[in-house]
């Protein structure tokens, strides 16, 4: 029987899913089971869209076509906790198996804890993050730096500390991510200074840190987070659906120096965005410095996924946050939208990514997140019950 923090090299036995599916194609083995034994009503997942650089949410309840989203996307920037939040009402009157990135799980969480969500209908199946590249700059990186056509790349991929790009004609190129952050490109400034590489706030966690010897590239490295994924796990695994063995005590012991190295190298960007030394955004000044690039577009607001409210208090009539036709906007409207964020902001950096004033506002939510921790001692994402500290203008669930 599968218990919590059990470990294991997994695979499918399905050679077409093994073969397009990333590191044995354990993930999309695993989504594919669940439909088939009706688990779960759907799984949301993520899909090349127009190419490599655009990636799509996509539900699916096919099991047939759970192929599709097979392979990893690192330009992929979307929280998936928004689509399910927003658009299939919290998985209210459905159960979804849905992959995510620990930014993702982090902010399901949240939202579980805000009754946003339904817990018990939500599988979530983790996948390991080094980050993620913005799509734009990513094409002009592999241009400048690698020296390809953007176009012909196929693969990508972090390892060892490095960018890995691969292309149709088996042409492979890799470089520093340190190199390439000190030149202004790479992961997304979020990602950089983002602790959480293995996603411990998920039910199951994947990924091919830790797989070495003749299982390196072919299997996937598992571990059961929760008793809703050791069930499933269990189950998969005595269907059929999964070929799984014991890790390798080395590899066990590699993936945490991956992760341990991945966390140290976060710190040192925090460090650098927000240490005493660094001169960014430490002062109340340089705050408003920034908030007055503002062009009140509600962008923001808008990709923010922890942002829920039906009636938003910004624009209540009742209080006058936000003057209206004033450009830039009272500082309210930030200071306000911070008061509801910063006891729950996980970092996942949506929110910077559609500001058209490019006003660093993940680096702004982040340093104070991070300080409210320091204080409180209260860690986003993580305990299922642990519930978030009251802000000045929380309402009731039902206003929500």
């Given at each position: 029987?599968?218990?919590?923090?059990?470990?294991?090299?997994?695979?499918?036995?399905n050679?077409?899913?093994?073969?397009?599916?990333?590191?044995?194609?354990?993930?999309?083995?695993?989504m594919?089971?669940l439909?088939?034994?009706?688990?779960?009503?759907?799984?949301?997942?993520?899909k090349?869209?127009?190419?490599?650089?655009?990636?799509?949410?996509?539900?699916i309840?096919?099991?047939?076509?759970?192929?599709?989203?097979?392979?990893?996307?690192?330009?992929?920037?979307?929280?998936i906790?928004?689509?399910?939040?927003?658009?299939?009402?919290?998985?209210?009157?459905m159960?979804?198996a849905?992959?995510t990135?620990?930014?993702?799980a982090?902010?399901i969480?949240?939202?579980?804890?805000?009754?946003?969500?339904?817990?018990?209908?939500?599988?979530?199946i983790?996948v390991?993050?080094?980050?993620?590249?913005?799509?734009?700059?990513?094409r002009?990186?592999?241009?400048?730096?690698?020296?390809?056509?953007?176009?012909?790349?196929?693969?990508e991929?972090?390892?060892?500390?490095?960018?890995?790009?691969?292309?149709?004609?088996n042409?492979?190129?890799?470089?520093?991510?340190?190199?390439?952050?000190?030149?202004?490109?790479?992961?997304?400034?979020?990602?950089?200074?983002?602790?959480?590489?293995?996603?411990?706030?998920?039910?199951?966690?994947?990924?091919?840190?830790g797989?070495?010897?003749?299982n390196?590239?072919?299997?996937?490295?598992?571990?059961?987070?929760?008793?809703?994924g050791?069930?499933?796990?269990d189950?998969a695994?005595?269907?059929?659906?999964?070929?799984?063995q014991n890790?390798?005590?080395?590899g066990?012991?590699?993936?945490?120096?991956?992760?341990?190295?991945?966390?140290?190298?976060?710190?040192k960007?925090q460090d650098?965005?927000?240490?005493e030394?660094?001169?960014?955004?430490?002062?109340?000044?340089?705050?408003?410095?920034?908030?007055?690039?503002?062009?009140?577009?509600?962008?923001?607001?808008?990709?923010?996924?922890?942002?829920f409210?039906?009636?938003?208090?910004?624009?209540s009539e009742?209080?006058?946050?936000?003057?209206?036709?004033?450009?830039?906007?009272?500082?309210m409207?930030?200071?306000?939208?911070?008061?509801?964020?910063?006891?729950?902001?996980?970092?996942?950096?949506?929110?910077?990514?559609?500001?058209?004033?490019?006003?660093?506002?993940?680096?702004?939510f982040?340093?104070?997140?991070?300080?409210?921790?320091?204080?409180?001692?209260y860690?986003?994402?993580?305990?299922?019950e642990?519930?978030?500290?009251?802000?000045?203008?929380?309402?009731?669930?039902s206003?929500?």
């Amino acid at each position: 029987m599968i218990k919590v923090n059990d470990m294991f090299y997994a695979e499918s036995p399905n050679e077409e899913i093994a073969a397009i599916g990333e590191c044995g194609g354990a993930v999309t083995s695993v989504m594919k089971f669940l439909l088939e034994e009706g688990i779960v009503d759907a799984v949301l997942a993520v899909k090349k869209g127009a190419d490599l650089y655009d990636a799509v949410p996509t539900l699916i309840t096919d099991p047939e076509k759970v192929i599709e989203s097979a392979g990893s996307l690192h330009c992929g920037t979307l929280n998936i906790a928004k689509t399910l939040n927003k658009y299939l009402d919290g998985a209210k009157n459905m159960k979804i198996a849905v992959t995510t990135k620990p930014c993702d799980a982090m902010t399901i969480v949240e939202l579980m804890k805000r009754n946003q969500i339904e817990r018990d209908n939500v599988v979530m199946i983790g996948v390991n993050c080094g980050g993620t590249l913005p799509p734009v700059q990513a094409r002009e990186m592999i241009e400048k730096f690698y020296e390809i056509d953007p176009d012909t790349v196929i693969k990508e991929e972090i390892a060892k500390g490095n960018l890995i790009i691969e292309t149709a004609n088996n042409e492979e190129k890799e470089i520093s991510i340190d190199e390439l952050e000190d030149q202004g490109f790479g992961r997304r400034t979020n990602c950089r200074r983002c602790e959480n590489n293995i996603p411990v706030m998920s039910d199951l966690a994947m990924g091919n840190w830790g797989v070495i010897g003749p299982n390196a590239g072919k299997a996937t490295f598992v571990e059961v987070f929760s008793e809703k994924g050791a069930e499933v796990l269990d189950k998969a695994i005595k269907a059929g659906a999964l070929k799984v063995q014991n890790p390798v005590p080395k590899g066990i012991e590699i993936r945490a120096n991956i992760d341990k190295a991945m966390v140290n190298l976060a710190n040192k960007w925090q460090d650098r965005n927000f240490g005493e030394e660094s001169g960014e955004l430490i002062s109340l000044d340089q705050y408003m410095n920034e908030f007055d690039k503002c062009i009140k577009c509600y962008g923001c607001r808008e990709a923010c996924p922890l942002c829920f409210c039906v009636k938003c208090s910004i624009e209540s009539e009742s209080v006058e946050w936000v003057g209206k036709g004033e450009i830039p906007p009272s500082p309210m409207f930030h200071f306000v939208r911070m008061l509801h964020m910063v006891d729950s902001c996980t970092n996942c950096g949506q929110c910077e990514e559609v500001c058209p004033a490019e006003i660093p506002l993940a680096k702004i939510f982040h340093k104070i997140n991070v300080q409210l921790q320091e204080t409180f001692g209260y860690h986003t994402g993580y305990d299922m019950e642990q519930k978030p500290p009251l802000s000045i203008i929380d309402k009731e669930p039902s206003e929500e």
